[in-house]
């Protein structure tokens, strides 16, 4: 009986354990139901979206001809007052279609003359435009364009004096002055002020209000890069002023956004005119971020001054702190360098934009602040200190460069910890952290053209022939095989996976990627000589995060954000060799690792078991609205080639490495990016102490930086090589913060406990890479 009844009990248990054990399958895929419905319902926007771009772009034909009333007037008027001989492609028909009192949505890039497609019909109008933009920066570099032609135009903001306002106030009102052309405000004027909505509200009356422009419209959006609260009261305008034309402009916006904008401003019905987003004047390149402040700053004010002496270029940093560091730093190495940010008063961020736009500052310094609408023609560089937010505001922000259509560069310095300083910023927000992602896959894919990258986030597909070589990795491609291989890291993911359940604490990505380099699988898979370094590591790391092997987790405490790092949904089939990892590199170009002392320029043909050689494939085309041939247009970019520097090759030794081979087992793949400056070599000047005395343009709140060497003695100089030793316990992480070294080409002396720091004097083309594993 007792026997029976304990035999009763133990099946009971087994049945609720089953139970509990189904209960949660069905848990899971309720979760995974609503995932796929979300998605569905997603994916659904996204095509009706798509068909009404497409259906809308078939109409721009009708609107782009000379045969309106006002046609010639817009001629004479583009001429005289606005210098310009002919219009660029889209902007004939998007400023006939505002005439015609159509509401337009108008998609163009950064430097595609968006202006005056609200410019020019608002100087012909017998009222002005009211144009609404989200930065003050971006008001006072348009006052400052329009200005110069001699149209009457006034800016509205907090810092306005009183007399000012009413008199643009009263400007707004009179009908008998028609001088007043341009009107600027932000969002918040419109959600905040009732005094200016009762004068627009009259000027509307009036016949007035000619035209409403919303600048840098995907701020409406949540989905959009640059969310602006404001923004959404916007949608009152068209509801409130249905007789004026709205304009919406942006150089980013993907169809989701898009679609979200025409809801949020109640355009139900809207002309909508979407340009390329193809740069073909921007060479772009992803270079890796060394990881103490001052080297890293000392290798930009090398390049500053080898490639771009005397021309006009911004650096874009994370923090105003870095802004105002890099700034003392840049003129310490004898640059014309000025800092702007949020955090300084109004006239010294005008002044500051002023002389730089005047040409007496070579260099501005900023955050994110100084983006949207900086409308200067002759930028030849732009330099990103950090990774930025998302693609949106990567292709915004390196958009500055180059508008008068000559080439021009953008640069970006990529390290894995400057992605969890942003996730951490915006880790609240899942769609912040959603959108910096692909900025992550931009900068780690080492195969794929990065302009193919930029056209895949915003919807479009470029063929190979729209780059031109114009990005490093096409160069690259052009000077070796064309050939992909495909490495099998599945080991250091699996010994990622093994130290987060072996450690007790939670570890952060940094701790994570120390800790591997000392767990068990890092021993029995490479060899002490064949470890990877911290750079393949990190770039394994960001491809786990990627792909949902690992995720990150944030704790909050009273004073900051966390992200740690855990098992992501797909760890578990890493884990039990169901899933194999793998990354793809060009053929002859070895992944970025820091255990190399360089990039071999040869290599040798992969052995079984190692790497998958599959022959390269280009991207089809898809085209879009063209102009019609008897349209003119006012400037061409063309593609140039960058002239390769012919040098003398460094001799290095191949570094192979053991991965696991799992034939059975399921495949994820990447593209791993290992890119140091490819075109022109770079210095770094080591033995250089930053001077503590800022310049007459320094912000006043900027700390001196420190004047440390990291221990570095200068020995011999030979014939081809300068050659400098470091203690390699002594290093510079930032300004501050003592850290360990990494500066190009570090390998270890047994016999001293030394670093060595070796490179060229003359380098060739082929990458350069760390030889340590120090961070």
């Known amino acids: 009986m007792v026997m029976e009844l304990e035999e009763l009990t133990l099946e009971v248990k087994k049945v609720d354990d089953s139970l509990t054990r189904l209960e949660q399958k069905i848990a899971n895929l309720q979760q995974e139901k609503i995932k796929l419905e979300d998605r569905k319902n997603l994916l659904v926007s996204q095509i009706e979206s798509l068909h009404e771009l497409r259906s809308m772009q078939d109409k721009a034909s009708d609107w782009e001809t000379m045969t309106f009333p006002w046609s010639q007037i817009l001629l004479t008027t583009l001429n005289s007052v606005f210098k310009i001989e002919s219009f660029r492609p889209l902007q004939l028909p998007c400023i006939n279609a505002l005439m015609s009192k159509r509401d337009v949505m108008l998609i163009m890039p950064t430097g595609g003359g968006k202006s005056l497609c609200y410019q020019l019909p608002a100087v012909i109008s017998g009222g002005f435009a009211l144009v609404i933009s989200p930065l003050v920066s971006l008001m006072e570099d348009q006052l400052m364009s329009v200005k110069r032609l001699g149209i009457n135009c006034a800016m509205i903001n907090s810092s306005s004096p009183q007399a000012h306002v009413k008199k643009v106030h009263s400007s707004m009102i009179d009908k008998s002055d028609r001088s007043l052309k341009l009107v600027y405000v932000t ?410 002392s360089v990039i071999q320029s040869t290599s040798s043909p992969a052995t079984s078991g190692q790497s998958k050689v599959k022959p390269s494939t280009s991207s089809s085309s898809s085209s879009l609205y063209t102009p019609a041939s008897s349209i003119k247009q006012s400037s061409t970019s063309t593609p140039v080639a960058t002239t390769p520097v012919t040098t003398k090759p460094v001799t290095t030794t191949p570094v192979t490495t053991k991965p696991v081979i799992n034939k059975s087992a399921s495949t994820t793949s990447m593209h791993l990016s290992v890119s140091k400056p490819l075109l022109t070599p770079v210095t770094p000047i080591i033995n250089s102490s930053l001077s503590t005395k800022p310049s007459a343009n320094t912000p006043k709140t900027s700390k001196p930086l420190r004047s440390k060497e990291a221990g570095v003695r200068k020995r011999k100089r030979a014939s081809m090589s300068k050659t400098f030793f470091a203690d390699s316990d002594d290093d510079i992480d930032d300004f501050e913060t003592p850290k360990k070294s990494n500066v190009l080409s570090l390998r270890k002396r047994k016999d001293k406990g030394k670093g060595r720091l070796s490179f060229p004097a003359s380098v060739s083309d082929d990458v350069i890479c760390i030889d340590s594993d120090s961070d």
């Open 187 to 596: 969002p918040e004027k419109i959600a905040k002020s009732k005094v200016f909505m009762s004068k627009l509200d009259k000027a509307y009356g009036l016949g007035r209000l000619s035209i409403i422009v919303i600048d840098e419209v995907h701020c409406a959006s949540q989905w959009g890069h640059d969310f602006r609260p404001d923004y959404k009261v916007l949608g009152i305008l068209k509801r409130q002023f249905p007789n004026s034309p709205l304009l919406g402009l942006t150089a980013t916006a993907t169809s989701k956004v898009f679609s979200d904008c025409k809801n949020i401003l109640n355009l139900r019905s809207c002309l909508i005119f979407k340009a390329s987003y193809n740069r073909p004047n921007l060479f772009y390149e992803v270079h890796n971020k060394i990881s103490s402040q001052k080297e890293q700053v000392d290798t930009m004010i090398q390049l500053i001054n080898s490639r771009f002496k005397d021309q006009s270029g911004i650096v874009y940093c994370f923090s105003q702190k870095d802004a105002e560091q890099v700034s003392i730093a840049l003129q310490t190495g004898s640059i014309s360098a000025t800092c702007y940010h949020g955090g300084m008063d109004a006239g010294d961020r005008t002044k500051a934009h002023t002389e730089w736009y005047d040409g007496k500052i070579q260099v501005i310094v900023a955050t994110v602040a100084f983006g949207m609408g900086i409308d200067k023609s002759n930028v030849r560089f732009i330099m990103h200190h950090s990774i930025s937010k998302s693609m949106e505001n990567y292709y915004q922000e390196s958009g500055r460069a180059g508008r008068d259509g000559q080439p021009a560069t953008c640069i970006l310095y990529y390290k894995l910890a400057d992605v969890f300083r942003q996730s951490t910023m915006s880790s609240k927000d899942f769609t912040s952290v959603a959108n910096l992602y692909p900025m992550v896959q931009y900068c780690i894919d080492a195969v794929q053209c990065r302009r193919a990258l930029i056209a895949k986030h915003f919807g479009e597909t470029w063929k190979q022939s729209d780059c031109n070589e114009m990005c490093d990795t096409c160069k690259v491609k052009s000077r070796r095989s064309n050939d992909i291989v495909t490495e099998d890291v599945s080991n250091i993911c699996l010994g990622f996976i093994e130290v987060l359940g072996n450690s007790s604490k939670r570890l952060t990505g940094h701790m994570l990627v120390d800790k591997w380099k000392s767990s068990s699988i890092a021993s029995t898979q490479f060899s002490s000589g064949n470890k990877p370094g911290i750079d393949k590591l990190e770039r394994v790391l960001s491809h786990c995060l990627l792909t949902n092997i690992l995720k990150e987790s944030f704790h909050y405490t009273s004073y900051n954000t966390i992200s740690y790092i855990v098992p992501d949904k797909k760890a578990a089939a890493v884990k039990t060799g169901k899933m194999t990892v793998n990354i793809e590199r060009l053929n002859r170009f070895p992944l970025y690792d820091s255990s190399s």
